[in-house]
Nanobody, 122 residues
C-alpha cells in the first residue's frame, strides 16, 4: 500500500489540524492504520490506530479526548483530527499500515508514508 500524508502545518496552541492519509488499498477490511509521530532525537511513538478488521481504535494516553482517528473507505483515506493542540504535539506525523490488527510496535507496520510536519506554537 502506497501511503501519502497531508494536512500538516503551523498552528497556534489550542488550534486544530486534520491530517489525511491516502492510499489505494485503504478501503480493505483487513487493515489497521496507525498514526505515529517523531521528533528529532527521539523514538517514533504511536499516536492512534484504527482497525477495519475488528473495529478497534486506540489512542496514546496524552492525546485521548483531543485526537480522533477515522476512516473513509469511499475515499481510501484515514484521518487524524487533532484538536486542542499543544506545543508538545509538534512532530513529523506518519501513517502506517498493519495486517490486520493495531500494534504498538512500529516494526509490525509494513507500509509507511513520507510524513507530514506539525508545528504547534505558543
Amino acid at each position: 500500500v502506497h501511503l501519502v500524508e497531508s494536512g500538516g502545518g503551523l498552528v497556534q496552541a489550542g488550534g486544530s489540524l486534520r491530517l489525511s492519509c491516502g492510499g489505494s488499498g485503504l478501503a480493505r477490511d483487513d487493515l489497521a492504520v496507525a498514526w505515529f509521530r517523531q521528533v528529532p532525537g527521539k523514538e517514533r511513538e504511536g499516536v492512534a490506530c484504527i482497525s477495519s478488521h475488528d473495529g478497534t481504535v486506540y489512542y496514546k494516553d496524552s492525546v485521548k479526548g483531543r485526537f480522533t482517528i477515522s476512516n473513509d473507505h469511499a475515499k481510501n483515506t484515514v484521518y487524524l483530527q487533532m484538536d486542542s493542540l499543544k506545543p508538545e504535539d509538534s512532530a513529523v506525523y506518519y501513517c502506517a499500515v498493519d495486517l490486520p490488527l493495531c500494534s504498538r510496535y512500529e516494526a509490525d507496520y509494513g507500509s509507511w508514508g513520507q510524513g507530514t510536519q506539525v508545528i504547534v506554537s505558543l
